[in-house]
């Protein structure tokens, strides 16, 4: 099995009670990391929990990737945020960026843009991230929606932190050419995976920059249909 698929084959909620109990399981059955998502309306809020899961866990159990929704963070302040606890826990931190769900539901937490509006701040969020993770400080970015000066992150992340990121539309897909490591899909019909591959392969091509790939199922196991 692909690196890509075992990853998110499987997506596993961090237990609350006993948040070492998941990442130690899943390690023992061969996975590589877990997904926290970014259901605020009925999980945990996924930052504190995978902070506590990565606190509470062997070094060895699995990495986490980490959701977020560039509508709730200030990318300065949210890039510092995942430095730190990649410095904390080498090697255990990536970051699936999720540009929005539901109207209703980005609506709870004060967030009303438009799907334009919400992928133009996905773009500048990434952007921002890999500036202040990369560049020697201090940095300074000004634009409509964001806007910091002279930031200093110190110290940097000691290992790079993958950016993960996925959408069916144009935009989305340049987005992830530019500016994201793994490139992820849902699970639906061959030929129209084949399609959306062959659209991002001639992406990489234009820009240069290889991406991963990842296949996004749920598995559904009970008694009887």
Request: hydrophobic content about 45%; proline content about 7%; cysteine-free.
């Given at each position: 099995m692909s690196e890509a698929i075992r990853l998110l084959c499987d997506l596993v909620a961090i237990d609350s009670v006993n948040p070492t109990l998941v990442p130690g399981a899943a390690g023992?059955?061969?996975?590589?990391?877990l997904l926290t998502a970014t259901n605020y309306h009925s999980e945990h809020e996924n930052y504190t929990a995978a902070v506590a899961a990565l606190a509470r866990s062997a070094p060895t159990d699995p990495?986490?990737?980490?959701?977020?929704?560039?509508g709730m963070f200030h990318p300065a302040m949210y890039a510092k945020m995942l430095a730190t606890l990649q410095n904390l826990f080498p090697g255990r931190v990536r970051v699936n960026i999720v540009t929005g769900s539901s109207p209703a539901e980005n609506a709870m937490y004060g967030d009303n843009e438009d799907h334009g509006k919400r992928y133009e701040r996905t773009r500048e969020f990434?952007?921002?991230?890999?500036?202040?993770?990369?560049?020697?400080?201090?940095?300074?970015?000004?634009s409509d929606l964001y806007s910091f000066e002279n930031?200093?992150?110190?110290p940097a992340p000691v290992q790079p932190i993958p950016l993960y990121f996925g959408g069916a539309s144009p935009v989305a897909q340049g987005i992830a050419a530019d500016l994201a490591d793994v490139y992820l899909m849902?699970?639906?019909?061959?030929?129209?995976?084949?399609?959306?591959?062959?659209?991002?392969?001639?992406?990489?091509?234009?820009?240069?920059?290889?991406?991963?790939?990842?296949?996004?199922?749920?598995?559904?196991v009970r008694e009887k249909e």
């Open positions: 023992e059955a061969g996975f590589e990391a990495a986490l990737l980490i959701a977020v929704r560039p990434m952007q921002i991230l890999r500036q202040l993770w990369t560049a020697p400080p201090p940095q300074s970015f000004s930031t200093v992150l110190d849902w699970g639906e019909r061959q030929d129209m995976l084949a399609e959306r591959l062959a659209q991002m392969r001639a992406l990489e091509v234009q820009t240069g920059r290889p991406l991963r790939y990842g296949l996004r199922t749920h598995v559904i």
